[in-house]
C-alpha cells in the first residue's frame, strides 16, 4: 500500500484522545513511508495530521475544494496540493489517487466520505480496505448499527 486517504475533522474536538491517536497514525503512516491523502485543510484534526506528518518527513497530498480554499483553510506546506470545484470531486479525486482509507473521530463529513467509499465497495466500483481508528469506542454505536443494516 503506497498511499491511505485518512477522513477527518476540520475541527479538533475537546478529546485530546482524537488528536494523540491521530498523530500516533501519522507517525506509522510515515514510519511504512505511506503516502497521507486528506481533504487539505490546515484547521482541525486535518491540519495536525498534516502539519505532524510532514514534520516527520511524510508525503502529504491534500485535495481541497475552490469554496475552502477561498476562506483560507487550505494547507500551506503540502507535498501536493489538488485543487478542485466542489466537495463531490473532492471525493473522487481522494477515493482516486488513494489505495485505502481511514476514518478518523469526525462529524457529518467525516461519515459522508466514509459512506461514499463503503458504498463504492459495495456496489463493486472499487475493491479497496476501509478502516475505523475506533479511539475511545468513537464508532461502536455506528458498528452496531451497520450490522443492524446488513441483516
Not at 485535495?63 to 473522487?92: C, G, Q, Y
Amino acid at each position: 500500500m503506497q498511499s491511505v486517504c485518512i477522513f477527518c475533522g476540520a475541527r479538533s474536538g475537546s478529546v485530546p484522545q482524537y488528536r494523540e491517536s491521530a498523530l500516533t497514525l501519522a507517525e506509522e503512516l510515515v514510519r511504512r513511508d505511506i503516502t497521507l491523502i486528506y481533504g487539505g485543510s490546515s484547521i482541525g484534526l486535518m491540519g495536525d495530521i498534516a502539519s505532524h506528518a510532514l514534520a516527520e518527513g511524510g508525503k502529504v497530498i491534500g485535495v481541497i475544494p475552490d469554496v475552502l480554499a477561498e476562506k483560507n483553510f487550505a494547507h500551506p506546506e503540502l507535498t501536493d496540493t489538488h485543487w478542485v470545484k466542489d466537495m463531490s470531486a473532492r471525493k473522487s479525486v481522494m477515493t482516486d489517487l488513494s489505495d485505502g482509507f481511514i476514518a478518523l473521530p469526525g462529524g457529518v463529513g467525516t461519515l459522508d466520505e466514509l459512506f461514499e467509499v463503503l458504498a463504492l465497495n459495495q456496489v463493486g466500483s472499487q475493491n479497496k480496505p476501509i478502516a475505523l481508528l475506533n479511539t475511545l469506542n468513537y464508532y461502536e454505536l455506528l458498528l452496531q448499527f451497520l450490522n443492524h443494516a446488513d441483516q
